[in-house]
């Protein structure tokens, strides 16, 4: 067992999200969009987007549409946020979280960084790299609250899903 767990900490030892600054900013085609957000989401084991997914999202609506066939960075942000909790949210419960987002007072940079920071320091903690979890941002409210849950849930969903394909690898 202390093999497994150990295993499973080295696959997330490193794990960080590009912030929105880094982002690509020249727009990426449908294919390299989902690559890329795939290769950001590695480390999180089976957390992955499709073209289907991502045309189905543009198709319902819960990001916008590309501009000449190119996503920027503000629908790789959204991408991201969303490959991320669907794993734990349904479709229209991912709509209404970005939507709620998006009437906030926040942008989508600071809003993007803002998940990025939380769920890399979510992460460590239920990985157990850190003791207690960090205070990440200033804001308060239940906006706040709603997204650490939410992260607390995809981060312990990733735990358990590490585990236990390291258990049957194991095996």
């Not at 991502?54 to 066939?69: A, D, F, G, L, M």
């Amino acid at each position: 067992m202390e093999k497994i767990e150990r295993e499973i900490n080295q696959s997330i030892a490193k794990f960080r999200l590009p912030r929105y600054a880094e982002l690509p900013a020249m727009g990426l085609y449908l294919e390299q969009t989902t690559k890329y957000v795939n290769d950001c989401l590695k480390a999180l084991g089976d957390v992955k987007l499709t073209p289907s997914m991502v045309s189905n999202y543009v198709k319902h609506q819960i990001i916008c549409r590309p501009e000449k066939k190119l996503y920027g960075p503000e629908q790789l942000a959204d991408l991201i946020f969303i490959a991320v909790a669907k794993n734990v949210l349904q479709l229209s419960d991912l709509k209404m979280g970005i939507e709620i987002q998006q009437e906030s007072s926040f942008d989508v940079a600071t809003a993007y960084d803002y998940f990025c920071g939380e769920l890399e320091n979510v992460l460590r903690y239920v990985f157990g790299y850190q003791d207690t979890l960090a205070k990440v941002g200033t804001a308060k409210g239940e906006q706040k609250k709603m997204l650490r849950s939410l992260i607390m849930a995809i981060s312990y969903k990733v735990y358990l899903d590490n585990y236990f394909s390291q258990a049957k690898d194991g095996e």
